[in-house]
């Protein structure tokens, strides 16, 4: 019987032990987005240069093109790369350079911030999956009015706040879901908080616009997992910053 118990209490023990390192490995694209800003550091490359073709990298790097493009699209999100179809895969800024954390006294002072962040990170990226395949002109018509707007401020160098509002705003409406639109208003104090947080960073409005496009040509297209999947990606970014310290 004691024996049972031990038995009991030691996979249990290792349960969990496995549950916290799943929790805090670093996703697949992530790490290999790491790996390929330390190829083009040790290659020396630096902003405006070419990095390798998909398959060399791919060969590089020893995985496969489907994780690299998930790779590659947090890259574009970040603005640290450029990909150019048929023309070639190019770096919007040094390797080495590193950008410091956003927001940390907005954290501490806000301590359910990132908990917030992640329940409307999936929210959000529901909602970019599901305006994907309700859509209409007129939504994309205020969509693509939102990365204009966003694009002229950045221009006139200002945040872009106005446009990313408008933008995140279009999509929910495409959605067409109220329960939804419902849960993502209560969380609207605290979101704006995290998105004024990370376009007042240095180099982030451009960033973001960029993710925009992303999203955006994946909800004209009607791909709705992709819309989802770049969503999120651009949203947990935000958040890695915010939890930063």
Do not use: C
């Amino acid at each position: 019987m004691l024996w049972r118990i031990g038995s009991l209490l030691s996979v249990s023990s290792t349960k969990s032990q496995q549950e916290r390192a799943s929790a805090t490995r670093t996703p697949v694209f992530a790490s290999i987005a790491a790996r390929i800003r330390e190829l083009a550091a040790a290659e020396g490359l630096d902003a405006g240069d070419r990095l390798p073709g998909e398959r060399e990298l791919s060969r590089m790097l020893g995985v496969s093109r489907t994780a690299l493009r998930e790779a590659l699209t947090a890259l574009r999100i970040d603005g640290a790369v450029e990909v150019q179809h048929g023309n070639g895969i190019y770096l919007l800024r040094s390797p080495t350079e590193t950008i410091p954390p956003i927001a940390a006294e907005l954290a501490r002072r806000n301590p359910q911030l990132p908990a917030l962040g992640a329940v409307r990170n999936t929210l959000e990226a529901l909602a970019a999956e599901l305006a994907a395949g309700n859509r209409d002109d007129q939504d994309l018509a205020r969509m693509v009015e939102a990365v204009r707007t966003m694009d002229a401020a950045i221009a006139a160098g200002e945040d872009g706040i106005e446009g990313d509002r408008m933008f995140h705003a279009a999509i929910l409406v495409a959605a067409r879901n109220p329960v939804l639109t419902d849960l993502l208003q209560t969380l609207a104090k605290g979101a704006e908080q995290i998105a004024s947080a990370s376009l007042g960073r240095q180099g982030q409005p451009p960033r973001s616009l960029s993710a925009h496009r992303l999203i955006l040509d994946a909800i004209i297209v009607h791909d709705a997992d992709l819309a989802r999947r770049l969503m999120r990606e651009h949203l947990d970014l935000t958040g890695e910053m915010l939890a930063a310290d």
